[in-house]
């Protein structure tokens, strides 16, 4: 058969190529049929007047791909099924979903699929979102540059994993980092590498937690966790908090005795209350006696601003109970999507199993180059730049809220972390308060969905993502909203109209 091609020599692009292209065209358009026969090397180069080696270079390239075979002693022909046909599943995409079984869902899957959906707090000109750090001030360049270097010293991040802790060296950094700045007593064997906290809550709740054991959490606390917690059957204890963090005298009360307790010591989410030396040597005490695990949350402790930097609960005794729990997703970035767990020793293998098990380990690029990122000394300098950053965001923060509301708010949980929280007396529901925000442009969130009790006119606003200026243009904003709505000044309380 003839095949009519036209070649071109003066383009950039070489004459097999151009052949390739062109052939896979026609089979892709369908005017080379399945199965038809294609002329023979030599004759094509002929009639196209290209050297055989030319025209063998294209037909190699089909066949490696799929679109031609060869049949011993008859020739080359287009495949009988193309290789686009085995990449893509039969049917219309927008063919109606059929349930094909009824859902015989564990119990597991049960309480997911009854939780209401994770809602991620909405965009707003006046972002007091919080959890979120500042983006613009990541040395984006730097991270580009150990990237490009760290991928291209070697092919090994492309494979698998063989370490189930996770990438040697950052274990290491992490270890080093740990001991200097968070006081944590441990050994980079100890470390695991997680996807962050999440994951790490995750699994430990898997380990240790059949449904109806209980787990002791503070009340009002961090929803990711209770969430965990609640998916899993477990019985939640919620222990409240004052000034000082969690009331440990409360735990006395439990019973059962909770397998696990989750505290978030350095900054109590949300309140912001930093748990106090003799509570948490009481703490300590309490579970050493009563065989029970702490998770330490220590999510966002590296940014203190009134005092130095808390030693972490997990390093203040030998042998402490304390599976301490630490991310990057606020001191980096949260997409970087990497945390840690340091796991008492005779618990870290199987944790590392666990985590195996789970997805199996973190891109080792990324731990690769956060490893150099650390021992480089950047994470540190980043740290500083990042608490002056905050601290003035804070200062103005609290500065706007007294200016615009006075005596009617008291500020809580100040001195460290990205957010903090106004206990605001203004006489209208949560919801209204956060409604009326909205439509001046202002986001915040009422402490009420991080409480597991009912509690009424606290407010958490995050200062990380709001320039200085959006700070006081938001908070004089949200003033004026509140002081618009039309059954109510601030400070005259009135029926709580919560829907
Ligand atoms: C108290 C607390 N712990 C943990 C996390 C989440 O950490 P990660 O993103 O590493 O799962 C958050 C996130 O906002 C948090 O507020």
Redesign the pocket.
């Known amino acids: 058969m003839e095949l009519a091609l036209t070649l071109d020599s003066d383009l950039a692009q070489p004459l097999h190529r151009q052949i390739y292209e062109q052939i896979r065209d026609r089979i892709l358009s369908g005017q080379l049929a399945r199965s038809q026969r294609l002329p023979p090397s030599r004759a094509l180069a002929q009639s196209l007047q290209v050297s055989r080696a030319t025209v063998s270079l294209s037909y190699d390239q089909l066949l490696s791909e799929g679109y031609l075979e060869t049949r011993p002693g008859a020739g080359t022909f287009v495949a009988a099924q193309l290789p686009e046909a085995l990449l893509q599943v039969e049917g219309h995409p927008s063919a109606p979903v059929l349930e094909a079984i009824p859902l015989r869902l564990s119990r597991y899957g049960q309480a997911i699929a009854l939780a209401p959906p994770w809602q991620n707090q909405p965009a707003a000109p006046y972002n007091f979102r919080?959890?979120h750090p500042s983006l613009e001030l990541f040395p984006l360049p730097l991270w580009k540059r150990l990237m490009a270097q760290e991928m291209s010293a070697h092919r090994r991040w492309m494979d698998y994993a063989t370490d189930p802790l996770g990438y040697g060296p950052l274990r290491e950094a992490i270890a080093q980092y740990l001991t200097r700045a968070r006081a944590v007593t441990c050994h980079p064997d100890q470390i695991v590498i997680t996807h962050?906290?999440?994951?790490a809550l995750q699994l430990v709740t898997q380990l240790f937690i059949d449904p109806g054991e209980a787990i002791a959490l503070e009340n009002p606390g961090?929803l990711?966790?209770q969430r965990i917690f609640r998916s899993r059957g477990a019985l939640l204890q919620p222990v409240p908090v004052d000034g000082d963090g969690l009331i440990v005298s409360a735990l006395a009360q439990l019973q059962p005795i909770p397998k696990l307790i989750y505290v978030?010591p350095s900054h109590q989410?949300p309140t912001g209350a930093l748990l106090s030396l003799p509570r948490r040597l009481q703490l300590l005490d309490w579970a050493q006696q009563h065989h029970c695990l702490i998770l330490e949350?220590d999510?966002d402790g590296e940014f203190r601003y009134s005092s130095r930097p808390i030693p972490a609960l997990q390093g203040l005794k030998a042998n402490a109970p304390v599976l301490y729990?630490g991310?990057?997703?606020?001191v980096l970035f949260?997409g970087l999507?990497l945390?840690y767990a340091v796991v008492p020793t005779n618990l870290v293998q199987t944790f590392a199993q666990a985590r195996w098990l789970s997805d199996r380990h973190c891109s080792l690029l990324d731990q690769a180059v956060l490893a150099r990122f650390i021992t480089e000394g950047h994470l540190e300098r980043h740290l500083r730049r990042m608490r002056l950053c905050y601290d003035r965001r804070r200062q103005i923060l609290m500065d706007a809220l007294k200016a615009n509301f006075g005596d009617r708010v008291t500020i809580l949980g100040d001195s460290a972390g990205l957010h903090l929280v106004a206990r605001l007396h203004s006489g209208l529901c949560d919801q209204a308060v956060v409604d009326r925000a909205a439509q001046a442009g202002v986001y915040l969130a009422s402490l009420q969905d991080h409480n597991l009790q009912s509690c009424q006119g606290d407010f958490i606003l995050g200062y990380s993502e709001v320039s200085e200026a959006q700070i006081e243009t938001g908070i004089q904003r949200w003033a004026a909203a509140l002081h618009r709505w039309p059954k109510t000044v601030i400070g005259q309380p009135v029926i709580d109209k919560k829907p």
Do not use: V
């Open positions: 919080y959890g962050g906290t999440q994951q961090y990711g966790a978030t989410f949350d999510y729990l991310t990057f997703a606020k949260p999507h945390g």
